[in-house]
């Protein structure tokens, strides 16, 4: 939360918390775009295929069941996915109107405490991993995403009123807000020619990986000297690698790899940022009086509803970053001010034993959804790509 007198930029969500397809690989953590061994897609080709056969022999009753645990799980985590717009509304929601009210009573410098860098930092993030949702059609995702995109463009051109942030950036970001919102509803719907939608990719993949060093180092200073070196060194190599992969230099796994990049930039990015938070904190307890409670629990809970979604699918960079989230960005940073004694231990221990027993829960549905013997099997698909194909149901 935002006062007049100290700043507690709300956490962003990982799964606002977030370019192309990412999957880790069937032996190892080497990202790859597409899903190992088209695990999911036979998953789901199956549901429509049993449901259109019928289930009279003893064999059929029990994939149909199977099946129909499968479609129960798979619309209820969407519906979870979904309602996590509902906290992320409310963390942003209170900031805006209150810079709202700041520029209405011409208290304009109010708004400089606010860090348009943070904030654009976000976006940033938000836009990246839209293109990743986009491409994998994951409709609740694409709206977390997208109202991630507008909340936080929204307090940036507040402070662009307020003449807290440069005028030609806020037009460039202007830009590449119209086009990014415009590019990922064409490709969502099949519009967009192939070529443009690489060079769109290749754009935040540069992007992310010169803005993602320059930050992680930024955090440290006056530790290590103040540079923009790592931003400009990034960028370079960046550039010189989407080149090569672009006139056929790189070999296909070296190809592929450079496509999953932006998705896993955008998730470190936001992984990041509560260690930033919990670095400050070390260096100035004081400043944990600045934080929201509320806004950290919100936060937690929008990251949490994601969770079981991210599991679901077998997507690694999505429950990577919202795990990371909840548990670090969220419940960490509670942590930290239950032993600074900012709130109370009722408070603490209730968001605590919510958060896990709605993990525990989640890894359990999972399980039974699956027809697994243990939750391991289910994070051994997720981390890497193997473990019970359930071929009852691949399609054919």
């Known amino acids: 939360m935002i006062s007049h007198t100290s700043v507690a930029p709300p956490p962003p969500p990982f799964f606002r918390v977030s370019a192309s397809n990412l999957v880790s690989s069937h032996n190892s953590l080497n990202l790859h775009p597409y899903p190992p061994s088209n695990l999911l897609l036979r998953r789901r080709l199956s549901l429509k295929s049993f449901a259109a056969s019928g289930c009279a022999s003893a064999s059929q009753r029990s994939s149909c069941e199977e099946t129909s645990r499968l479609r129960q799980w798979d619309a209820m985590t969407a519906q979870f996915a979904g309602a996590s717009n509902i906290p992320f509304l409310l963390i942003q929601i209170p900031q805006i109107l209150l810079n709202h009210r700041n520029l209405v009573s011409g208290n304009s410098s109010a708004l400089l405490a606010v860090p348009w860098l943070g904030m654009l930092t976000g976006l940033l993030g938000n836009l990246t991993l839209l293109s990743y949702f986009a491409k994998k059609k994951e409709k609740e995702a694409i ?92 960028c370079t190599l960046s550039v010189a690698v989407i080149i090569l992969a672009r006139i056929g230099k790189l070999s296909p796994k070296a190809v592929k790899f450079v496509g999953s990049i932006s998705g896993w930039t955008a998730t470190l990015l936001f992984m990041w940022m509560p260690v930033a938070q919990m670095w400050t904190n070390y260096l100035n307890p004081d400043n944990i009086k600045g934080l929201s409670a509320l806004t950290l629990l919100l936060g937690m809970i929008g990251n949490g509803l994601m969770i079981p979604r991210a599991l679901f699918i077998r997507d690694l960079m999505w429950f990577t970053g919202a795990s990371w989230a909840s548990f670090l960005q969220g419940w960490g940073n509670l942590a930290w001010m239950y032993l600074l004694h900012s709130i109370s231990k009722e408070f603490f221990w209730a968001s605590t034993a919510s958060l896990f027993i709605w993990i525990g829960m989640a890894a359990r549905q999972d399980r039974i959804a699956y027809g697994h013997s243990s939750s391991l099997q289910s994070m051994r698909e997720l981390f890497f790509g193997v473990g019970n194909q359930n071929e009852n149901f691949v399609a054919n």
Request: net charge negative.
């Open 143 to 234: 709206l977390v995403q997208t109202l991630g995109v507008v909340s936080i463009y929204v307090v940036i051109a507040q402070l662009a009123v307020a003449g807290a942030m440069p005028p030609p950036l806020f037009v460039a970001t202007s830009a590449a807000v119209v086009v990014g919102l415009a590019l990922n509803f064409m490709n969502y719907n099949g519009l967009l020619i192939d070529w443009v939608w690489q060079i769109w990719e290749d754009f935040i993949t540069i992007i992310g990986l010169s803005v993602l060093p320059q930050v992680m180092c930024s955090t440290f200073v006056p530790f290590i000297p103040h540079s923009i070196l790592p931003g400009v060194i990034s």
